[in-house]
């Protein structure tokens, strides 16, 4: 069985900075596409980046393109999103979401494994 952890989510003002971290264990993830997804208070859940397995290749939405950046450590077995120049509107759950089985890494159906989430509130 799969776990993926997330922590660092937290309050912060607008402009400010957070990093993300999923953790997984039960199985080693390095093969597998891995993405983090959010949902703001009432709206669905929607995709914000993913990485490949070798971490060479990366995907972004663009409402957080230039600000956002995914990376990943194999040897943790970790997954990180550096937030930066956030704004109000990222306010949300994030989600990491792991072992992607198709070729569209931006749909929710894709990932097999998925974290419970953590609360990422940005201030004005």
């Known amino acids: 069985q799969v776990q993926l952890v997330e922590s660092g989510g937290g309050l912060v003002q607008a402009g400010g900075s957070l990093r993300l971290s999923c953790a997984a264990s039960g199985r080693i993830l390095s093969n597998y596409t891995m993405a983090w997804f959010r949902r703001a208070p009432g709206k669905e859940r929607e995709f914000v980046v993913a990485i490949s397995g070798s971490g060479g290749n990366s995907y972004y939405a663009d409402s957080v393109k230039g600000r956002f950046t995914i990376s990943r450590d194999n040897a943790k077995n970790t997954v990180y999103l550096q937030m930066n120049s956030l704004k109000r509107e990222d306010t949300a759950v994030y989600y990491c979401?792991?072992?992607?089985?198709?070729?569209?890494?931006?749909?929710?159906?894709?990932?097999?494994?998925w974290g419970q989430g953590t609360q990422v509130t940005v201030s004005s």
């Open positions: 979401a792991s072992r992607c089985l198709t070729a569209d890494w931006s749909s929710e159906k894709s990932y097999t494994y």
